[in-house]
């Protein structure tokens, strides 16, 4: 089993929807990193979670930390969010510095026009 | 805002040549973090450095290895490269005086062995 797994892998929706794409782990964190990649390739931080709720124009990301859960939230989908939204955890005992991350496998979006 | 830098973009070798692949850190950003993204899979930590020392190891070949320099830029050895090297490898880099150690990464470096 994975430390980091999220759902859906991939994930189609229609220009407008909400969209939500959910993580779980099973390690202590002190934080969580959610990620975007476009086809070519760059990742782009979205967010990092220790806590509670961040929210980012029509992003929103959420944090159990009790649940070892974490969501990401779309709201208003554009064909533009097409991308693979990958969740990376930050191992707790992080409190030296070179904590690496451990990504999950990413969820593929595609918003259709 | 400057980001990370990586150098170069895509690079072509064959098998058994050696890659230095380079990062240069956002300023003031005291920590590097490599990753290696095989296609189709999820990203591996292969190694990190925290004020130009070694700070965490990852999943890294005994072929390849790295440092950080006096300007705080890293770079990635690879020897006798094998076709199961080629991958996007990610730098990422962080403020650890901070308090959140948020990684940014870098556009990535393309590599293709052949």
């Known amino acids: 089993k994975n430390e980091v797994e999220q759902s859906p892998q991939n994930l189609t929706a229609q220009e407008g929807e909400f969209i939500t794409i959910n993580c779980s782990y099973s390690?202590?964190?002190?934080?969580l990193h959610w990620l975007q990649q476009h086809p070519g390739g760059g990742i782009v931080s979205l967010f990092m979670l220790s806590s509670g709720k961040k929210k980012h124009g029509r992003l929103i990301a959420t944090i159990n930390i009790q649940e070892k859960h974490s969501s990401l939230h779309i709201t208003a989908s554009h064909p533009r969010d097409s991308a693979v939204y990958i969740c990376a955890v930050r191992s707790r005992g992080g409190e030296t510095s070179g904590s690496r991350l451990t990504f999950g496998e990413g969820t593929q979006l595609t918003v259709n026009p | 805002a400057a980001g990370v830098i990586q150098s170069p973009r895509h690079l072509i070798k064959e098998k058994r040549e050696t890659a230095t692949l380079k990062c240069y850190p956002i300023?003031?950003?005291?920590?590097v973090y490599w990753y290696q993204q095989g296609p189709g899979q999820d990203p591996q930590f292969l190694i990190s450095f925290y004020e130009k020392m070694q700070s965490d190891k990852g999943s890294i070949p005994d072929r390849f290895s790295a440092q950080q320099f006096s300007d705080y830029h890293s770079e990635l050895n690879m020897s006798s490269l094998e076709l199961g090297d080629s991958a996007l490898y990610f730098c990422?880099?962080?403020?650890?005086?901070?308090?959140?150690?948020?990684?940014?990464f870098g556009p990535g470096t393309r590599l293709t062995v052949t």
């Open positions: 390690v202590g964190i002190s934080a």
């Open positions: 300023p003031r950003h005291d920590t």
């Open positions: 990422a880099s962080s403020d650890d005086r901070g308090p959140l150690y948020e990684q940014y």
